[in-house]
């Protein structure tokens, strides 16, 4: 379990995260919201790129913001971002092992771990052709085997699914679905595509401007009346 206690973030004068409080619980977790809710920064503190003025993070009971940003790799914590980190003139195989490296596995078996997160997420290509060869979804499919590649215990993933068409969406959907099974890593998932977030997402959390308006199960929420106003000032998400 994620357990975020009084969540505050002050970016110049802006509060992106206020005193946001939220439970994240075993597998698969939906983080929505409107645009400049706050969704990015908030993975930006849980992998260390932002510090916060107040709160607390305790992932499966240990303090997560107490860790050195660089050891939270080690520790488990995987994320992709909205824009690819994927290096073009690398290999899918040395891609991924990168990430391998900063895990807490031996290296004796980065091989079969790094070609088994290629197979887990369905590429079926080369493992050493170059990312700049590779397709759209083909590229995001190599960003979600970064993030699953060596016992992850807490993944997040930044709008895997965006501007993908309905059939590869569709795939990335199943592949989400499995990660907690296939790697026992908690996932948290930020995406506009809410049919993505009801396929995926057993509980859900909404923010709004910073605040955390409605968490619970994903059904419940995407018809909550607040959830509604703020998210789509609409009478109906789904």
């Given at each position: 379990?994620?357990?975020?206690?009084?969540?505050?973030?002050?970016?110049?004068?802006?509060?992106?995260?206020?005193?946001?409080?939220?439970?994240?619980?075993?597998?698969?977790?939906?983080?929505?919201?409107?645009?400049?809710?706050?969704?990015?920064?908030?993975?930006?503190?849980?992998?260390?790129?932002?510090?916060?003025?107040?709160?607390?993070?305790?992932?499966?009971?240990?303090?997560?913001?107490?860790?050195?940003?660089?050891?939270?790799?080690?520790?488990?914590?995987?994320?992709?971002?909205?824009?690819?980190?994927?290096?073009?003139?690398?290999?899918?195989?040395?891609?991924?092992?990168?990430?391998?490296?900063?895990?807490?596995?031996?290296?004796?078996?980065?091989?079969?771990e790094?070609?088994?997160?290629i197979?887990?997420?369905?590429?079926e290509?080369?493992?050493?052709?170059?990312?700049?060869?590779?397709?759209?979804?083909?590229?995001?499919?190599v960003?979600?085997?970064?993030?699953?590649?060596?016992?992850?215990?807490?993944v997040?993933?930044?709008?895997?699914?965006?501007?993908?068409?309905?059939?590869e969406?569709?795939?990335?959907?199943?592949?989400?679905?499995?990660?907690?099974?296939?790697?026992?890593?908690?996932?948290?998932?930020?995406d506009?595509?809410?049919?993505?977030?009801?396929?995926?997402?057993?509980?859900?959390?909404?923010?709004?401007?910073?605040?955390?308006?409605?968490?619970?199960?994903?059904?419940?929420?995407?018809?909550?009346e607040?959830?509604?106003?703020?998210?789509?000032?609409?009478?109906?998400?789904?």
């Amino acid at each position: 379990m994620i357990e975020v206690s009084d969540l505050t973030v002050r970016l110049g004068g802006v509060t992106a995260l206020d005193s946001m409080s939220v439970n994240f619980v075993q597998g698969t977790c939906g983080l929505i919201g409107p645009n400049g809710a706050g969704k990015t920064t908030f993975f930006n503190v849980l992998s260390g790129f932002v510090r916060p003025v107040g709160g607390s993070v305790r992932a499966y009971g240990e303090d997560l913001l107490g860790m050195v940003h660089f050891r939270r790799a080690r520790w488990g914590l995987r994320r992709s971002f909205q824009t690819e980190q994927a290096i073009e003139q690398l290999s899918v195989f040395d891609n991924v092992a990168m990430i391998h490296e900063h895990s807490r596995l031996s290296r004796a078996s980065r091989r079969q771990e790094v070609l088994d997160a290629i197979s887990f997420v369905g590429l079926e290509i080369d493992p050493q052709a170059k990312v700049a060869t590779l397709g759209a979804a083909q590229r995001r499919l190599v960003e979600v085997a970064r993030a699953v590649v060596g016992e992850p215990r807490l993944v997040l993933l930044d709008e895997p699914a965006a501007g993908l068409p309905d059939e590869e969406t569709e795939h990335l959907s199943g592949v989400i679905k499995a990660i907690p099974g296939h790697t026992g890593a908690l996932v948290i998932l930020v995406d506009h595509d809410m049919s993505l977030v009801s396929a995926c997402c057993g509980a859900t959390a909404v923010l709004d401007f910073g605040t955390v308006i409605a968490s619970g199960p994903t059904g419940e929420v995407l018809r909550d009346e607040k959830v509604m106003r703020a998210y789509l000032g609409t009478e109906e998400i789904v």
